[in-house]
């Protein structure tokens, strides 16, 4: 499907039509997200602010191939996500997404490098050499030497970077994070933000941020708002018919 006008030259990475989430039935459905329209592309760096519970995680979530729409699809470069059988689904959130949850997801039993190693050893990568490469990666968010510790040891916000650098090692073309700076100061959460945004631009990845932290909000090429599960998009991104 084209647009009626072009707008951009960039290249769309994720196109959302309609999508749509609830939970619940009868008196307590919650209609988290709905009717959502969204169009990202690669070599922008794309914000969605909007208050707690107006259904930001759960829409980045249909995104991702985490979680089922009622209704509505999603398209990555294209593909829709939504029909892919669950083998397909596995490979498209391990090869093509980085994913940085709200609540970090970080496996409490593995040593933060080998958290952040977990998806090259998942991609059949040296295990030395993964551990290597996620030191690497650790060093870049400021957590040199923290490898080798549980992440129980950690603070929010170094939880949160090792979230970051698992979410960005294997150099996926589409990185989405939710709420990543929340637990950081000013001064790391723009660092990494600048960090990630250089990455973006220099390998015309697309990148969605989900964020309270104005803080940060000089580094975004677009913000959208969401508000009890609708997404007003900016004028060009429009499209309504
Ligand atoms: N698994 C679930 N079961 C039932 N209701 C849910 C579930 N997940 C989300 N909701 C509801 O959907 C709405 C949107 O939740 P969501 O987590 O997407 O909001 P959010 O914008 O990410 O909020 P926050 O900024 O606090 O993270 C909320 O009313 C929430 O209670
Ligand atoms: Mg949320």
């Known amino acids: 499907m084209t647009a009626d006008h072009e707008t951009s030259v960039k290249a769309e990475a994720i196109v959302a039509t309609g999508l749509t989430k609830w939970f619940g039935a009868g008196e307590t459905k919650v209609t988290a997200v709905n009717q959502v329209g969204l169009v990202a592309h690669f070599g922008e760096m794309l914000f969605i602010v909007g208050p707690s519970g107006s259904g930001k995680t759960t829409m980045l979530s249909m995104i991702s191939g985490i979680l089922r729409p009622n ?17 397909q689904l596995a490979d498209f959130r391990l090869n093509t997404i980085g994913f940085v949850f709200q609540d970090y997801h970080l496996f409490p039993r593995l040593t933060t490098a080998e958290n952040v190693a977990i998806p090259l050893i998942l991609k059949q990568h040296d295990w030395n050499e993964s551990i290597s490469e996620a030191r690497k990666q650790l060093a870049i968010v400021g957590l040199k030497n ?31 994070f939710d709420e990543p700076t929340a637990s950081l100061d000013g001064d790391t959460g723009r660092m990494i933000i600048a960090f990630v945004k250089e990455n973006i631009l220099n390998e015309n990845r697309c990148i969605l941020i989900v964020t309270h932290d104005a803080r940060i909000n000089e580094y975004a090429d677009r913000i959208l708002h969401m508000e009890d599960g609708h997404l007003s998009a900016g004028a060009e991104d429009q499209g309504t018919e």
């Open 71 to 87: 209704a509505g699809n999603v398209k990555v470069k294209g593909a829709d996500i939504w029909t892919l059988n669950n083998d």
């Open 146 to 176: 923290r490898g080798d510790m549980l992440p129980v040891k950690l603070s929010g916000g170094e939880q949160q970077r090792v979230a970051i650098a698992r979410a960005i090692i294997s150099r996926p073309e589409i990185l989405i």
